[in-house]
T-cell receptor
Framework: GAVVSQHPSRVICKSGTSVKIECRSL??????MFWYRQFPKQSLMLMAT?????????EQGVEKDKFLINHASLTLSTLTVTSAHPEDSSFYIC????????????FGPGTRLLVL | GDSVTQMEGPVTLSEEAFLTINCTYT??????LFWYVQYPGEGLQLLLK?????DKGSNKGFEATYRKETTSFHLEKGSVQVSDSAVYFC???????????FGAGTTVTVRA
């Protein structure tokens, strides 16, 4: 159990367009989901924390108007990269936490975004 | 703030060799400690965890012991396989907010 999926797995888009990435918890209800960004050969950087039904909490330095997060249900969170630019190219990873084990995060497989 | 420092890679080993990846942390209070593994092209998977001092986490032949006196959580495996080739991340979180702080990751390559 505790499977998290992401869609799409990779996306290529033109500069200036917006891209939506979905994160789903497939077999559990996720009260909290996290969005990370991973640069090549580097660690994960937490971008924001989202709780179902409330606004996301963004980490310092992350533009909330650029990275829109919606956590509309207990199994789905979306990250929309608005007006994407080449510097937004990265690996975006989500994780989910279930209420009965708040310490453990279960990670999605990641989404590779390339902005041309 | 909280931080995690792990040994730099890459680490290259032969099959059946002993693997150690050092991890030390800086944190207030009593964090929980984790090792995550990222196989090529995949997302992170929880490998093992320990929630209090002297706890030993273990999974798939890997072990790590929460050492509060040395603020360490070193990962060990006695006999690695080619399938253990991956990036290993040490991480911690605090009881009050559960945000994970990750180390930089250590790339391990096991050769047949």
């Amino acid at each position: 159990g505790a499977v998290v999926s992401q869609h799409p797995s990779r996306v290529i888009c033109k500069s200036g367009t917006s891209v939506k990435i979905e994160c789903r918890s497939l077999d559990f209800q996720a009260t909290t989901m996290f969005w990370y960004r991973q640069f090549p050969k580097q660690s994960l950087m937490l971008m924001a924390t989202s709780n179902e039904g409330s606004k996301a909490t963004y980490e310092q330095g992350v533009e909330k108007d650029k990275f829109l997060i919606n956590h509309a249900s207990l199994t789905l969170s979306t990250l929309t990269v608005t007006s994407a630019h080449p510097e937004d190219s990265s690996f975006y990873i989500c994780s989910a936490r279930r209420q009965r084990d708040q310490e453990t995060q279960y990670f999605g497989p990641g989404t590779r975004l390339l902005v041309l | 703030g909280d931080s995690v420092t792990q040994m730099e890679g890459p680490v290259t080993l032969s099959e059946e060799a002993f693997l150690t990846i050092n991890c030390t942390y800086t944190a207030t209070g009593y964090p929980s400690l984790f090792w995550y593994v990222q196989y090529p092209g995949e997302g992170l998977q929880l490998l093992l965890k320990a929630t209090k001092a002297d706890d030993k986490g273990s999974n798939k032949g890997f072990e790590a012991t929460y050492r509060k006196e040395t603020t360490s959580f070193h990962l060990e495996k006695g006999s690695v396989q080619v399938s253990d080739s991956a990036v290993y991340f040490c991480a911690l979180n605090q009881y009050n907010d559960y945000k994970l702080s990750f180390g930089a990751g250590t790339t391990v390559t096991v050769r047949a």
